[in-house]
């Protein structure tokens, strides 16, 4: 549903929620995330639900700082991850074509 993926070990493409503008507050939040005091983290996963039918873990990724964003509702922000997502997340995480 969602354009969410790693670009590259420390690039990270994600998407807002359909509604989010960079004028809303949700989006002034997550551009401005520094100055507000919060820093963003990243959890992910390879796949909704695993094998036994149970729901699939979480990986967390790390910390974020925004870098740029595109578009409007939704909004597609690329965050900077502070630490690079190992060669088996990274595997998964990047986007097929």
Do not use: C
Not at 30 to 59: C, E, M, V, W
Not at 76 to 90: F, N, T
């Amino acid at each position: 549903m969602y354009e969410d993926y790693a670009l590259t070990d420390k690039r990270f493409h994600w998407q807002s929620q359909s509604q989010t503008s960079a004028d809303s507050q949700t989006g002034n939040r997550y551009i401005n995330h520094q100055a507000h005091g919060y820093t963003p983290l990243l959890f992910i996963r390879n796949r909704k639900k695993l094998d036994n039918g149970l729901t699939s873990l979480y990986f967390f990724a790390g910390p974020l700082q925004y870098l740029r964003h595109e578009g409007s509702k939704p909004m597609s922000i690329i965050w900077e991850l502070e630490h690079p997502l190992p060669a088996r997340a990274l595997s998964w995480a990047r986007r097929v074509a």
